[in-house]
């Protein structure tokens, strides 16, 4: 179910869709899904490599300072209650960045490359930080149970 999961996620993360205002998960379930996701994209660091912000950080001193000026907008209903991290993966072919529920967003040095302005790399962020604070993550979820839930009723159990 997690692999599941973290597809859905990850896909979601490349299409913005009008997602209606449902949602059957709780603040604090967005913020324990993106935790698990998180400790998922640690542990597949062939996937997913990392880079350590301790190694790197001027680059994200520039990331954290850009996060926090869209944060500080005043537009963002969970500032104060999501974690918002932010981590950069290695991998320049990739021009990709992505949110997961509870405010943790991953941004490849690719897009960041291919980026030609700050004011760019500020409206990505600006992008994920709004998938994350808008909880589209686990409202797609929610449609998803839903009509897992309808095709059960329809179909009989088995069919989910």
């Not at 209606?20 to 490599?49: H, S």
């Not at 869209?70 to 974690?83: K, M, N, P, W």
């Not at 072919?93 to 500020?122: H, M, Q, R």
């Amino acid at each position: 179910m997690r692999t599941a999961v973290l597809g859905l996620l990850l896909s979601m993360s490349t299409a913005c869709a009008a997602i209606d205002d449902i949602n059957l998960f709780t603040v604090e379930e967005d913020i324990e899904l993106g935790r698990q996701l998180k400790a998922e994209i640690e542990a597949n660091p062939a996937d997913y490599p990392v880079l350590d912000p301790s190694a790197y950080p001027e680059a994200y001193d520039h990331l954290y300072r850009i996060a926090d000026e869209v944060l500080a907008s005043g537009d963002i209903e969970y500032r104060d209650t999501f974690d918002w991290e932010f981590y950069l993966i290695e991998d320049d072919a990739t021009l990709n960045a992505f949110a997961a529920p509870g405010g943790y967003i991953w941004v490849y040095s690719g897009l960041i490359k291919f980026l030609d302005e700050e004011d760019d790399l500020a409206g990505v962020l600006g992008h994920e930080i709004a998938h994350a604070d808008r909880r589209h993550a686990t409202k797609q979820l929610t449609k998803a149970y839903g009509l897992e839930a309808v095709l059960g009723v329809v179909l009989g159990d088995d069919a989910g």
